[in-house]
């Protein structure tokens, strides 16, 4: 079953987040807890883990894209 990994919210007011690199490639095999990508908002950055083990199938945002929330 395919996994959805979306922009996470990291506090109350944040909308979106903008992806700064992706740390794996499509088609490239992950683990669970494998960081996937990283991304800024106005107060932070961080990383963002795969929730399961499987393949990355597709990239949607490019790095540099901004992302909402969700």
């Known amino acids: ?3 959805l990994v979306k922009m996470p ?6 909308k979106a987040g903008t ?3 992706w ?3 499509e088609g490239d095999a992950v683990a669970a807890g494998a960081l996937l990508f990283a991304f800024e908002t106005e107060k932070a950055v961080d990383d963002v883990a795969a929730p399961a ?4 199938r597709r990239i949607v945002a490019d790095a540099g894209t901004e992302v ?3």
């Open 68 to 70: 909402p929330v969700s």
């Open 19 to 21: 992806v700064t690199e």
């Open 23 to 25: 740390l794996v490639a």
């Open 9 to 14: 919210k990291r506090g109350l007011l944040m």
């Open 1 to 3: 079953m395919p996994v």
């Open 53 to 56: 083990d499987g393949v990355l």
